[in-house]
C-alpha cells in the first residue's frame, strides 16, 4: 500500500508501541489515587462546585431558610426583590428563595431515587442477559423493545391516574421508562467484559455465576453505569419538573422547582417572569452540571486501568 | 559495503506524547540500507522498532518531536511536506502487521489497490484495473480479476496480506517497509508470503527493511540485521553471522532464549528482567540491569556505536567478549 | 467397564471419540487420546485445526457434540449442574489463557486473585492462605511487590505468571496451556517456559499445550498430535514427529520453521507434496 494522501497513523498494528501498558509503566509520578480520577479540567470542577452546592442545598436549605416559604401573605404578591428577600415574592407572596432553598430537596430527592432505580433495574438486566444469552436474552430483550415504544411521560402519567398524583408514582414510573435504554447500552459493556479471558478462567475455576457477576464483571462496567446514571439523573430532573408542570408529580403547595414553574407561567405571563426563571435557571445549572460531569466520566477509557 | 545507500538514518530521536508527558521511544537510531539490500530489524516490545519505520515513512501520530536526520536518496525526508511528501510516500511503501485494521472493509479491492495510481499519479481506470490484476497474480493469487471484485472479508488472512503487498507495489517504490506483515499469519502461509516478499523483492532490485520479533526469520530473508533495544540499535550485522558469532550480549540473549525446534533443553537462557522501553532505560548501557556480562563501567557510560568485524556493535566489552558470548554449538 | 489394576496407571486426562459441530461445521472430529499424570501432551495445529475448541470443550466453556472427556477417573462431558461438581472439576482441570491482558481481573492484585481460589476450594484459615499465596508466588517468580499490585502495572510476562499462580491455586492435576506462552517477547518466553517446566518437576502436575509453535512444543512436551481441519493427522513423541515427520501436513509446518539455512517456499504444498 502506498500510504494514502493525509493518511492517519494506523492504530493497532504495532506491538512495539507503548501501549497503554506503557502510560502506567513504572516511572509514572502520577500517584496510583490520582490515576483513577479523570482529568476534569475547569467546566468539570465548575460542575461538580454546583453539585456539591445543590446537594448542600437539598440537605441544609430546609433548615436555613430564611422565611416559611408556605407563608402566604397576598399583599406581597409578585413584589419584586426588596430587603430581606433577595428574589422578592411569588403570586401568593410566598417568600422565592426560600422556596428555591426548600424545593431542592424534593427536587434533587427525586431525580436521584428515580436515576437509581433506574440504574439498578437497567444494570441488572444488562448483566443477566449477557450472562445468561440464548432465549433468556432475547426474550428480555424483546420485552424490552416493547418499553421503547412507551415515552417515559405517558408512562407517568398512566401510573398517575391509576395510583393518585405524588412523587412516588410519577417516580417509579419513570424509573419503569428510563431502565431499558440503560439496559441496552450497559448489555454491550456486559457481552464485551462477559467474552473477558479473567471471567472464563474464573467459571474453570468453579466460581458461581452469581459470584462472578456480582463480584467480577459488575464492578468492571462500574464507571460506565456511573455514567449513564448521572446521565439520567439529568433527564429525571427535567422530566419530574414537567410531571408537577402538569400538577402529576410533586403536588402544590409544597414547594419544589417543577411546581415552581408550573405555578410561574400565571405571573410570567403577567409579567412578572422571576418565579419562573429562578426556578428554571436552578434546573437549568444542575442538569448542565451533572450531564457534563457524566460525559467526562464516559470519556474516560473503559479500559484504561487494564 | 556492497550496496550504495539507499536510506541513510542518523541519530534518529524521536518523542512521543503518552498522556500528559513527552516520551522518548527512539534515541538516537543509527542505520543505512542499501539499494536492493534487505535489513531486518529486531527487537522485543519498546525497542521502537516500529517508531523508527514510522519515522521513515513520516507516519508518526501527531505532535511527534523528531530530531536527527533520514535522508532517502538524497532527500531530507524530515524536512518535506505537501507535495514532495506525496512523493515521498509512494517511493516507500508499507505493508502492516494486521491487513484488516489497513483495509476499507466496504470497498472491493480493486478500490483498495487502485485508489492511489488513480489519484495520486492520475492513471485512468482500465490502465489502473490492469495493473493491478498483473500485482495480483504476482503476489501468486489465481484469478485475479475475480479477486478484484471481492471484498475484504471474502479473503483468507494470508490471502488478504498477499492483496497488501501488491498494493504496495504498485507505485513502484524502492524501499518497502514490512512490519511485522507475517506475524499474524499461520506459519505455513508466513512461509509462502515471506517467499513472494522476497522473490518480489530480488526481481525489482527493491530494498526492504523488515520488522520482526523472530531472529531466525530475519535471518533467513535478511542480507543484514539490526537489533534495537530500548530505543536504541544495539547491533548491525551481517543476518547469518549474527545468528552464529553475535557482538552484542543481547543479540546472543536473544539467540538462546528462543526454544530449539532440533533439540529441547532442560532449562532455557533466559534473559531477567523485562524488556523497556526507552524513556524506562537507566543510564550508562541500557541493557546492563540483564546483561550477563555486567561491569561497573557499563552502568556507568553512555555506549556508542563503534565498527567490528563489518558490523557495528553498542557495546564497551564487545572486543573482549567476542566469541564467548555463546556456548558451543553443534550445528552442521 | 473394569477398573485399572493395580499395576495400570490411570490418566490424568482422557478424552475418547470427542466432536464438535458448529452448524454445519466440524470444528473437532473424533479426537481420542490419554495423558499420564506428569507427562504433557500438545496439540499441534494451525487457526481453523480445531485445537483451541478442544482446550474449551475440556474445561468446560463449551460442550462437545459427541465423545467423553474424564479427568481423574470422573467423567466431564456434560456441563456441571451443581456448584460441589464445578468446584471438583475446578480441582481437576484448569487452564492459562492466550491474552495475558484479558485473563486478570483489573481490579484485583495477583495476591487477592490467588486468595480468592484458595477460598473457594480450600477451607485454610488466613495465615495458610497467606502462605501458600507466597509459595506460589515463589513458584512462579513474582515477587511480594508484583503480587501486591494491580494488573495494569505488571508486564504481559509478569501478568502471564499471575494466571498460572492462580490456576495452580487450585492444586489441578492437568493444567491446559492454550498458546499461553505465545502473546509474549522472545526474552520473557524463555522465562515463563522454565518456570512451567520446574512447576512440572516439583508438582508433577500434567500439561495439554495447545500451540502453533513447534520449537515451544518441543521445549515442553514428550508428546505430541498434530492437528488438521479437526482431525489429528498424526501423532507420536514429541522429538521424533519434529525430527521425521510421516504426514504430508506435519511435513509442511516442520518445514515452514525458519532457522539457519532456511529459505521461505512459495509453494509448500508442491515442495513437501502435500
New interface residues.
Given amino acids: ?5 493525509g ?1 492517519t ?10 501501549g ?9 509520578t502520577r500517584s ?1 489515587r490520582t490515576r483513577h480520577l479523570p482529568r476534569l479540567g475547569v467546566g468539570g470542577w465548575v460542575s461538580v462546585g454546583i453539585i456539591v452546592f445543590a446537594v448542600l442545598l437539598a440537605i441544609f436549605g430546609p433548615l436555613v431558610r430564611p422565611y416559611d416559604p408556605n407563608q402566604v401573605s397576598l399583599s406581597y404578591a409578585n413584589v419584586g426583590p426588596v430587603g430581606g428577600h433577595l428574589l422578592g415574592f411569588d403570586g401568593a407572596g410566598r417568600d422565592l428563595l426560600s422556596r428555591l432553598m426548600v424545593g431542592a430537596r424534593s427536587t434533587l430527592l427525586g431525580a436521584a431515587l428515580v436515576s437509581s432505580v433506574a440504574v439498578a433495574i437497567g444494570s441488572s438486566l444488562a448483566v443477566l442477559t449477557a450472562w445468561f444469552g440464548g432465549r433468556f436474552d432475547t426474550a428480555v430483550s424483546s420485552g424490552l423493545d416493547v418499553m421503547f415504544a412507551f415515552p417515559g411521560i405517558l408512562l407517568a402519567v398512566l401510573a398517575a391516574a391509576v395510583f393518585g398524583p405524588g412523587l412516588l408514582a410519577a417516580g417509579l414510573a419513570l424509573s419503569m421508562a428510563y431502565s431499558p435504554y440503560l439496559a441496552r447500552v450497559l448489555r454491550g459493556a456486559a457481552l464485551k467484559e462477559r467474552a ?3 471471567i ?2 474464573g ?6 455465576s452469581w459470584w462472578l457477576c456480582f463480584r ?1 464483571l459488575l ?2 462496567i462500574s464507571s460506565l453505569i456511573v455514567a449513564q446514571g448521572t446521565i439520567f439523573f439529568g433527564f429525571a430532573v427535567v422530566d419530574l419538573a414537567a410531571l408537577s408542570f402538569l400538577g402529576l408529580g410533586i403536588q402544590p403547595p409544597q414547594a419544589d422547582w417543577g411546581v415552581m414553574v408550573s405555578e410561574g407561567k400565571t405571573p410570567l405571563l403577567q409579567g412578572y417572569p422571576l418565579e419562573a426563571i429562578s426556578a428554571v435557571v436552578c434546573i437549568v445549572l444542575v442538569v448542565s452540571a451533572v450531564s457534563f460531569l457524566g460525559e467526562k466520566l464516559q470519556e474516560r477509557p473503559m ?1 484504561v ?2 | 559495503m556492497t550496496h550504495p545507500a539507499l536510506l541513510r538514518v542518523t541519530d534518529l530521536t524521536v518523542r ?1 506524547r ?2 500528559e508527558q513527552m ?1 522518548e ?1 527512539i534515541s538516537g537510531s543509527t542505520l543505512e540500507i542499501g539499494a536492493g539490500e534487505a535489513m531486518g530489524l529486531v ?1 522485543e ?7 523508527t519505520a ?1 519515522a521513515i ?1 513520516r ?4 505532535g511527534a518531536e523528531v530530531s536527527g536526520q533520514v535522508d532517502f536518496d538524497g532527500t531530507d525526508v524530515l524536512a518535506l511536506s505537501g507535495a514532495e511528501l ?1 512523493a515521498h ?2 517511493k ?7 491487513p484488516r ?2 483495509i476499507n472493509p466496504v470497498r472491493r479491492i480493486e478500490d ?1 489497490m487502485t ?2 495510481l488513480r ?2 499519479d492520475d492513471v485512468p481506470k482500465a490502465e489502473a484495473a490492469r495493473r493491478a490484476a498483473y500485482g495480483l497474480e504476482e503476489v501468486g493469487i489465481d484469478d485475479p480479476a475475480k479477486r478484484l471484485r471481492q471484498y475484504p472479508h471474502e479473503l483468507s488472512g494470508g490471502m488478504l496480506q498477499r492483496v ?1 503487498i501488491a ?2 507495489l ?2 513502484e ?1 524502492r524501499l518497502l517497509l514490512a ?2 506483515c507475517t ?1 499474524a499469519l499461520d506459519v505455513t502461509t508466513q512461509s509462502e508470503v515471506m517467499a513472494i516478499l522476497d522473490d518480489l523483492r530480488r526481481e525489482r532490485g527493491l530494498s526492504m527493511l523488515f ?1 520482526t ?1 523472530d531472529l531466525e526469520l530475519a535471518g533467513a530473508v535478511c542480507d543484514r540485521t539490526c537489533v534495537m533495544y530500548a530505543g536504541q540499535v544495539v547491533e548491525t550485522r551481517a543476518a547469518d553471522q549474527l545468528h552464529f558469532d553475535p557482538l552484542h550480549p543481547y543479540s546472543a540473549a536473544l539467540v538462546q532464549a528462543r526454544p530449539d525446534i532440533t533439540s529441547s533443553a532442560h532449562r532455557l537462557v533466559a534473559i531477567p528482567g523485562r524488556p523497556v ?1 526507552a ?2 532505560a537507566p543510564g550508562g548501557c541500557r541493557f546492563a540491569p540483564r546483561c550477563p556480562h555486567v561491569t561497573d563501567a557499563c552502568r556507568e557510560d553512555e555506549q556508542s556505536l563503534s565498527e567490528l568485524d563489518g558490523g557495528r556493535v553498542r557495546c564497551g566489552r564487545s572486543g573482549d567478549l567476542r566469541g564467548s558470548l555463546l556456548p558451543p554449538v553443534s550445528h552442521a | 467397564m473394569s477398573s485399572p489394576g493395580p499395576d495400570v496407571v490411570q490418566p490424568a486426562l482422557s478424552v475418547r471419540g470427542l466432536r464438535k459441530e458448529f452448524g454445519a461445521h466440524v470444528a473437532v472430529d473424533d479426537l481420542s487420546f490419554d495423558l499420564l499424570p506428569g507427562r504433557s501432551l500438545a496439540i499441534v495445529g494451525e487457526s481453523g485445526s480445531g485445537k483451541t475448541t478442544v482446550a474449551r470443550m475440556i ?3 463449551e460442550r462437545p457434540t459427541a465423545g467423553t472427556i474424564t479427568a481423574c477417573g470422573r467423567d466431564r462431558s456434560k456441563p ?1 449442574r451443581k ?1 460441589q461438581e ?6 481437576e ?3 492459562v ?3 495475558p ?7 484485583q492484585s495477583g495476591a487477592d486473585l490467588v486468595d480468592e ?1 484458595l477460598r ?2 480450600h477451607s485454610y484459615d488466613v495465615a495458610t492462605r497467606r502462605r501458600t499465596v507466597a509459595e506460589l508466588a515463589d513458584l512462579v517468580g513474582l515477587d511480594e511487590r508484583q503480587m501486591h499490585a ?4 505488571l ?2 510476562g509478569q501478568r502471564q505468571r499471575v ?1 498460572i499462580a ?2 495452580l491455586a ?1 492444586e489441578p492435576r492437568v493444567l491446559i496451556l492454550d498458546e499461553s506462552v505465545a502473546a509474549l517477547d522472545v526474552s520473557i518466553q524463555a522465562q515463563v517456559l522454565n518456570v512451567l517446566a520446574d512447576i512440572r518437576d516439583e508438582r508433577g502436575i500434567s500439561y495439554v499445550l495447545i500451540s502453533h509453535d513447534l520449537a515451544v512444543v518441543r521445549q515442553l512436551t514428550e508428546d505430541a498430535l498434530v492437528m488438521q481441519h479437526g482431525k489429528v493427522v498424526e501423532r507420536g513423541a514429541t522429538g521424533q514427529l519434529l525430527d521425521s515427520p510421516r504426514h504430508p501436513y506435519t511435513q509442511m509446518l516442520r518445514a515452514s520453521v525458519p532457522g539457519p539455512g532456511w529459505k521461505p517456499v512459495r509453494s509448500l504444498r508442491e515442495a513437501t507434496r502435500y
Avoid: C
Fill in positions: 500500500m502506498s500510504i494514502p494522501v493518511s497513523l494506523p492504530t493497532g498494528a504495532a506491538p512495539d508501541e507503548p497503554p501498558g506503557a502510560l502506567a509503566a513504572p516511572g509514572d496510583a473477558m479471558a479473567y472464563q478462567a467459571e474453570v475455576q468453579g466460581f458461581s467480577h464492578p468492571n479500559d486501568q487494564r | 512521543l503518552l498522556g516520551r521511544v527487537g516490545s519498546g525497542s521502537g522498532k516500529s517508531m514510522r515513512a507516519l508518526l501520530p501527531a506525496r510516500r509512494s516507500v511503501a508499507v505493508v502492516f502487521q494486521d485494521a489497513h483498495f485508489e492511489s489519484t495520486i497488501m498494493g504496495a504498485l507505485s517504490p512490519d511485522e506475524t520488522i520479533h522501553s524513556f524506562e | 474445561v468446560g466453556l456441571a456448584g464445578r468446584k471438583l472439576r475446578g480441582r482441570v484448569q487452564i489463557f492466550q491474552d491482558y484479558s485473563s486478570l481481573d483489573p481490579r481460589v473457594l476450594h494491580r494488573p495494569r502495572s508486564s504481559g494466571a492462580r490456576a487450585a
